[in-house]
Antibody, heavy 124, light 108 residues
């Protein structure tokens, strides 16, 4: 059973970089059936997909994001990370990491495991 | 970009009611549509994948249907633990994804 846990600062100043790490247990992030993603949820609002990374290191990002974003992975630690640069108050949100399972033969795919979320506030 | 809409944005219902939530995609997404339930302070939980496949462990009162651009999530008999927010998510443009804006189901 996969478990994911977000970690990182809960407060970031405007114009600085928001950095979060997701530690995965119960499975390997080199599993080719999975993408590893970040989703955020501003207080009282809906879910916004930020981006994901595949075991090969290839990444995909939401083109609608205003702040530049980078997702990376450290296979030796079984972790993947999010960097969101030049943040503003609009980036205040609960940030979730999640695993995205792709079942090619069954032609189905979905977010199957989620971390509990990390509230990050952007404020001076 | 594929845009997702949901209706209604919120609804009030009572235990035992049949509840239907609609999700619409801006273009055909075949059956690449998932439904999630989220309760306050918790991450989303997968209910339905592939438009109509019930995720393991999810009660059979939840069902999904549709293909192309129009999809529905139905709760056949609302239970106390079902008061939550429901989101659809398209995976047609995988590995780029979009969530719907959500539907809040609250107590009448």
């Amino acid at each position: 059973q996969l478990q994911l846990q977000e970690s990182g600062p809960g407060l970031v100043k405007p114009s600085e970089t928001l950095s979060l790490t997701c530690t995965v247990s119960g499975g390997s992030i080199t599993n080719s059936s999975y993408y590893w993603g970040w989703i955020r949820q501003p207080p009282g609002k809906g879910l916004e997909w930020i981006g994901n990374i595949y075991y090969s290191g290839s990444t995909n990002y939401n083109p609608s994001l205003k702040s530049p974003v980078t997702i990376s992975m450290d296979t030796s630690k079984n972790q993947f990370s999010l960097n969101l640069r030049s943040v503003t108050a609009a980036d205040t949100a609960v940030y979730y990491c999640a695993s995205y399972l792709v079942l090619v033969l069954a032609a189905t795919e979905y977010f199957d495991h989620w971390g509990q979320g990390r509230l990050v506030t952007v404020s001076s | 970009d594929i845009q997702m809409t949901q209706s209604p944005s919120s609804l009030s219902a009572s235990v035992g009611d049949r509840v239907t939530i609609t999700c619409r995609a801006s273009q055909s997404i075949s059956n690449y549509l998932n439904w999630y339930q989220q309760k306050p302070g918790q991450p989303p939980k997968l209910l339905i994948h592939g438009a109509s496949s019930l995720q393991s462990g999810v009660p059979s009162r939840f069902s999904g249907s549709g293909s192309g651009t129009d999809f529905t999530l139905t709760i056949s008999s609302l239970q106390p633990g079902d008061f939550a927010t429901y989101y659809c998510q398209q995976s047609y443009s995988s590995p780029l994804f979009t969530f719907g804006p959500g539907t809040i189901v609250d107590v009448q």
